[in-house]
């Protein structure tokens, strides 16, 4: 078996998002009366796309809202978060992978961020175009934990001619921040790597294996995690 491709997270990956992300979600809420805190984000919501963190934290709340209030909250968020984004965008060391891992297989990128958000920070960063494949919030039936999006993702790919013929998803690595992500990915039967970013190890169970930071990401890691011997159940 050899590596046939990577697949990205966005946000918490690639991009030191998560703080902004926060940031807006708190500046929305507190307009409807709602206070968020920083441990409720990465305790309960941080893997939800925007629409399903709304609702959760809605239902939580024991509250309900209508399709035209939530669609309300969610373009305000929208609205928000570029200027809050600002030239805040990709980690130290995230560019140099993303050119490391392409030159040697296809890429992809699996996220629950909005498609004009990732597009955003890569353009910022000089990297719009780089990755033929994204997969973005609302583009499949269900986002993460469910395996939607990472199994559409390498579809797209092998739809696209980018693997190699015969290729797996077990000969494909994703590379994620959080246990909502890594679920997602083992559901699709992806190889899961951990970037520990946004959590520490004992909170990213369903790994394959763990690593500091994307800047420490190498091919010969990536290409041991779809070796046969190291597939675990």
Request: hydrophobic content about 50%; proline content about 5%; aromatic content about 8%.
């Amino acid at each position: 078996m050899a590596l046939a491709a990577v697949i990205f997270d966005f946000d918490g990956v690639l991009a030191d998002s998560e703080p902004v992300h926060l940031q807006v979600f708190q500046t929305v809420l507190d307009s409807i009366g709602i206070t968020f805190t920083a441990e409720e984000y990465y305790a309960k919501y941080l893997g939800y796309s925007d629409r399903d963190a709304f609702v959760q934290v809605l239902k939580d709340r024991g509250l309900t809202i209508e399709d035209a209030s939530l669609e309300a909250l969610l373009e305000t968020k929208q609205a928000l978060f570029p200027q809050a984004i600002g030239d805040h965008a990709l980690y130290p060391g995230a560019a140099e992978c993303i050119a490391r891992v392409a030159a040697h297989v296809p890429v992809a990128i699996a996220s629950g961020a909005l498609r004009h958000e990732i597009e955003l920070i890569l353009a910022r960063s000089g990297l719009d175009g780089r990755f033929p494949v994204i997969v973005a919030a609302g583009e499949t039936p269900r986002s993460k934990p469910a395996p939607d999006p990472y199994a559409r993702a390498f579809a797209l790919l092998d739809a696209s001619g980018a693997l190699r013929a015969g290729a797996a998803p077990t000969d494909v690595v994703a590379i994620e921040d959080s246990e909502w992500g890594l679920q997602s990915a083992r559901g699709a039967g992806l190889r899961t790597l951990a970037v520990l970013t946004s959590y520490g190890k004992d909170s990213l169970p369903s790994a394959d294996a763990w690593v500091p930071s994307i800047a420490a990401v190498t091919i010969a890691e990536l290409e041991g995690l779809v070796d046969a011997r190291s597939i675990r159940a």
